[in-house]
């Protein structure tokens, strides 16, 4: 059994300071983005549970059948709203940092 060669790689990446808050603000709203989808799949999991998603039909939803999509909805929607606190603090503090910098006084 051998060493592993590794290659010396030395990649030069030069971001500056307003392309780094772009792209914090970038991430951001690709989660936010994500988040969306996810409340509309929920949606639409409500309305093939209710058999008034268009264009499909479905057999009608017992009663505990509905409560257990309720539920799990419910669930979903609680994670979400962890996480949209988690962006927004995210937000706030990407938003703080000054865009430009100057010398100091």
């Known amino acids: 059994m051998s060493q592993a060669n590794i290659?010396?790689?030395?990649?030069?990446?030069?971001?500056?300071?307003?392309?780094?808050?772009?792209?914090l603000l970038s991430s951001i709203a690709l989660e936010e983005?994500?988040?969306?989808?996810?409340?509309?799949?929920e949606g639409e999991?409500?309305?093939?549970?209710?058999?008034?998603?268009?264009?499909?039909?479905?057999?009608p939803a017992t009663i505990s059948e509905l409560l257990a999509v309720n539920e799990s909805v419910r669930h979903t929607l609680r994670d979400?709203?962890?996480k949209e606190f988690v962006?927004?603090?995210?937000?706030?503090?990407?938003?703080?940092?000054?865009?430009?910098?100057g010398s100091t006084g």
Do not use: C, E, F, M
């Open 7 to 23: 290659p010396n790689i030395t990649p030069d990446i030069t971001v500056t300071r307003d392309d780094a808050i772009n792209l």
């Open 45 to 59: 999991k409500i309305q093939y549970a209710l058999g008034t998603l268009p264009g499909i039909s479905s057999p």
């Open 87 to 101: 962006l927004q603090g995210k937000l706030d503090s990407v938003l703080s940092i000054p865009s430009s910098s």
């Open 80 to 82: 979400i709203t962890k």
């Open 33 to 41: 983005l994500g988040l969306s989808h996810i409340i509309n799949a």
